[in-house]
């Protein structure tokens, strides 16, 4: 017996009458005459032909059918056709299309999703048929909170079953996705950082620029020269540049210009906080006396200061460099003291872009 058309044995209703409705569907409008009945997972898989939203438990408990209906998950097997009048909804093949998001550009499988191409790289599904809805899933989680704690993601796939794979896949393709999304977010950073220095003028560059190589801001004017700059990779390269054309003077007063590691003299803002990074701010009295005698036998030496990285690095290592560095010749210490000093600024250079100022 039809439940749907009667309430008992021998009762018969009268069949309701249709109802016709209008909605948009993965940015297109349609309208679609229903039952009052069907429900929204029946009008996307039998009246619209979108089979990728999928029927399993019909009761919500799977995530099997879920999309995205003004913004936000349902399922879609729950959700009446009346509820659906005049909503926005989008679906899997919707995400597929676009849909004003971004898809995986650049990789073999141009025109998904990123997300989805997150969960081929990461091998997130193994029969695929909950993916659909997992992949929606994954998608309101983000368009919320683009770089979701653990607990987050574990709330946002409570709703959606996977009876394959287990959710380690599921959680690294979730992960990839959120490195994509903050690349995208540097780069448009880079991008837009880039043209405002693009829209200096020489003293506004070196004013913004200069101090990323060491008491030496003749070097960001002399790059300015070479402006427009396409991105942050080709305004170091032309600082770079500018350095190794130089003249030898104006290189050994740039290596000049720097402090001795672990001074307790007044230095830079910079050299203070790269110096802090590595420990350099916790010497010891014995610590002290040894980087103080070090720094003076290398000057003694090559006659400028030791000049080296430190991000990354701590007091031991860095002890250990200075000790190997001053069997170097001179030749070898000057242009390896360039270098050094390149890093720097490199370093310097990615905190600005990061910072934007």
């Known amino acids: ?18 109802i016709t409705l209008r909605l948009e569907v993965n940015g297109k409008k349609h309208q679609v005459t229903v039952s009052p009945t069907a429900r929204l997972v029946d009008i996307l898989r039998d009246g619209l032909g979108l ?30 056709a009346y509820q659906a009048r005049d909503k926005s909804i989008c679906t899997i093949e919707g995400l597929a299309e676009g849909l004003g998001e971004e898809l995986a550009e650049g990789s073999a499988n141009e025109g998904l999703h990123f997300i989805q191409e997150a969960f081929l790289q990461e091998g997130g599904f193994q029969c695929g048929y909950c993916t659909p809805g997992m992949t929606m899933a994954v998608k309101a989680l983000l368009d919320v909170h683009p770089d979701p704690a653990t607990e987050q993601i574990q709330e946002a ?17 979730i992960r990839r996705a959120v490195n994509h999304i903050n690349a995208s977010e540097d780069m448009r950073n880079e991008a837009s950082f880039i043209q405002d220095i693009n829209r200096m003028d020489h003293y506004e560059f070196a004013h913004k620029i200069g101090w990323v190589y060491e008491h030496s801001p003749w070097i960001a004017k002399k790059a300015w020269e070479s402006s427009p700059f396409y991105d942050r990779e080709e305004l170091m390269q032309t600082m770079s540049a500018v350095v190794q054309n130089a003249d030898a003077s104006l290189k050994l007063s740039l290596l000049r210009a720097h402090p ?7 230095i830079t803002d910079a050299s203070q906080k790269e110096q802090k990074g ?59 003291a360039l270098k050094e000093v390149d890093k720097i600024a490199g370093f310097r250079l990615d905190g600005l872009f990061q910072g934007r100022g």
């Open 51 to 80: 089979t990728g939203t999928k029927i399993s438990c019909e009761i919500g408990r799977c995530g099997a059918c879920a999309v995205q209906m003004d913004d936000k998950l349902v399922h879609s097997c729950l959700v009446m």
């Open 157 to 173: 796939l409570s709703g959606n079953l996977c009876r394959c794979t287990g959710y380690a896949g599921i959680i690294r393709s």
């Open 278 to 336: 590595a420990g350099l701010d916790q010497l010891s009295n014995d610590e002290l006396t040894k980087f103080q005698s070090l720094n003076k036998q290398y000057v003694d030496t090559f006659d400028f200061p030791f000049i080296m990285a430190v991000k990354g690095q701590n007091k031991t290592t860095i002890l250990e460099a200075l000790q190997l560095r001053l069997n170097n010749t001179y030749e070898q210490e000057f242009s390896t």
């Open 260 to 266: 001795d590691l672990g001074t307790r003299l007044k």
């Open 1 to 18: 017996m039809d439940l749907r058309n009667s309430v008992e044995s021998g009762t018969t209703l009268t069949p309701s009458p249709l």
